[in-house]
């Protein structure tokens, strides 16, 4: 035998539960009363695009593409690779033959690869975009290093010497004279 009392009681608590304006969708948060902890959908997603907001509206290096500080890193490790070689490399190096600067310039490429899988595999640069432009910003300092040098030539200066900031910043050196330079080379093969 079933309690007719007890059924009755049980489908009038359905009703009122069915009756609250998004019951089903509702979850109960914390302690106290029902009506205090109730949390609907709504609000949930409310709570989560605040969140988002604020991770989002961080500091500017955050809202930087990861492909520009990809493409920045390329330029300065090899800028680094440069200010090694010229700095420890050439005392080892010394002497104008074409093995000791081809030497120079691989041990400059090295220091720079080396620094940039170093850092770009601490900040998280993994992405096949990143590397693409990790490549293209290491290439474009190692052919347009005079076009950089040019704009800051005070910099450059500070940072190797007089004499090779001028030899850099002739006018036959700069990117474009260093890609017909590649472009030649590649016709010859």
């Given at each position: ?55 989002s509206s961080g500091s500017l290096i955050l809202s930087v593409p990861k492909w520009a500080i990809a493409f920045m890193l390329g330029g300065v490790a090899m800028l680094l690779g440069r200010l090694l070689g010229f700095h ?102």
């Amino acid at each position: 035998m079933i309690n007719k009392q007890g059924l009755d009681t049980f489908d009038a608590r359905l009703k009122r539960i069915s009756k609250s304006e998004g019951a089903g969708k509702q979850l109960l948060a914390g302690e106290g009363e029902v009506t205090k902890t109730r949390v609907s959908e709504a609000d949930i997603r409310k709570a989560r695009n605040q969140i988002a907001r604020k991770q989002s509206s961080g500091s500017l290096i955050l809202s930087v593409p990861k492909w520009a500080i990809a493409f920045m890193l390329g330029g300065v490790a090899m800028l680094l690779g440069r200010l090694l070689g010229f700095h420890v490399l050439a005392g080892y190096l010394a002497g104008g033959d074409m093995t000791m600067i081809i030497l120079q310039h691989a041990g400059e490429m090295a220091v720079a690869i080396v620094v940039l899988v170093t850092v770009a595999t601490f900040a998280g640069l993994r992405g096949a975009m990143t590397k693409t432009a990790m490549t293209a910003g290491l290439a474009l300092m190692l052919v347009g290093e005079a076009d950089v040098a040019r704009h800051a030539p005070g910099a450059w200066e500070a940072m190797f010497s007089a004499d090779y900031a001028a030899s850099v910043m002739q006018p036959s050196m700069g990117a474009r004279a260093n890609i017909q330079t590649i472009a030649a080379a590649l016709q010859n093969i």
